[in-house]
C-alpha cells in the first residue's frame, strides 16, 4: 500500500522523479531543457521549497510563479496543451508514489495553479497588467 506525502524527503522524491519524466516528455521537455538547461541544481530546491510551502504552509519560498511563467512565454509561447500535459505528468507520477489527502490535494492545488497560471500568461499576452 502508497504511502501519503508527509514531508520534505517525500517531496523531493516526488518532484525528482517528476522532472525525470518531464526532461524526456515529448511534448514539455524541450521547454524545460530549453530555459533551465543544466541548471537543475538551482531549479529542483526551488521546487521542494515551493511545494513544501504548498502542502505543508513550511516559510521560505520567496518566488513569483506567475511572473516566471509570463517571462518564459516570451520565450517559448507556453499554450494550454503544455500546461495539460504538465498536469497529466504530474497526476500519474503521484498516483504512482504516493496515495492520501496529500497526494489528493498536491494533484488539485496543481490543477488550480495551472488553471491560474496559464489565464494570466495568455492575458499578459493582450497586455493585460499580472501579479
Do not use: C
Not at 33 to 41: L, P, R
Not at 56 to 65: D, I, K, V
Not at 78 to 96: A, M, P, S, V, Y
Request: glycine letters at 8%; zero cysteines.
Amino acid at each position: 500500500m502508497k504511502k501519503d506525502i508527509e514531508n520534505r524527503g517525500d517531496i523531493e522524491l516526488l518532484i525528482n522523479s517528476f522532472y525525470d519524466k518531464v526532461k524526456k516528455d515529448d511534448k514539455i521537455g524541450f521547454i524545460f531543457n530549453e530555459i533551465i538547461g543544466d541548471n537543475w541544481g538551482h531549479h529542483l530546491p526551488v521546487m521542494y521549497q515551493f511545494w513544501d510551502m504548498v502542502l505543508f504552509t513550511t516559510p521560505g519560498y520567496a518566488g513569483n510563479p506567475t511572473r516566471k511563467h509570463v517571462d518564459i512565454d516570451s520565450k517559448i509561447k507556453l499554450e494550454k496543451e503544455h500546461f495539460d500535459r504538465w498536469l497529466e505528468l504530474w497526476g500519474e507520477n503521484i498516483d504512482t508514489l504516493f496515495a492520501g489527502e496529500k497526494a489528493d490535494e498536491a494533484k488539485e492545488r496543481a490543477k488550480l495553479m495551472a488553471g491560474l497560471i496559464n489565464m494570466k500568461v495568455e492575458m499578459s499576452r493582450n497586455g493585460n497588467m499580472i501579479q
